[in-house]
């Protein structure tokens, strides 16, 4: 489970955390300087994201493998199959999925475009 910064940050807006639902057995985040949700961040597994793209598994997969590469080549770096797979964590490239497919979104590195 990522728990980075980075995607702290990308889970930190209002299209993930809207549809967020308390459960006690999910994975969260404090955050002490605040946010929109009273500095509590929802941090969505990957088979939680998969299941909010409303993709199947196959497409789902192929989707996370094109958008990290793409999100790579932005920042300045191409990178083989394997490097991606390290430099791009499997949740990070799963909400990249979801925010691109229900909301036409792209990561720029801080902020969803």
């Not at 990308?10 to 549809?19: F, L, R, W």
Request: negative net charge; aromatic residues 12%; charged residues 30%.
């Amino acid at each position: 489970m990522d728990k980075t910064e980075l995607y702290i940050q990308m889970s930190d807006c209002p299209e993930i955390q809207g549809v967020y639902e308390p459960d006690m057995t999910e994975v969260f985040f404090k955050n002490f300087w605040g946010n929109s949700n009273g500095g509590v961040i929802w941090l969505p597994r990957r088979d939680q994201l998969q299941d909010m793209s409303g993709l199947g598994w196959e497409e789902f997969d192929d989707k996370c493998f094109l958008l990290a590469g793409k999100y790579l080549i932005l920042k300045g770096k191409e990178c083989s199959a394997d490097e991606i797979a390290q430099l791009v964590s499997k949740e990070q490239a799963g909400i990249m999925v979801v925010m691109h497919e229900l909301y036409n979104k792209k990561w720029d590195g801080r902020e969803w475009v």
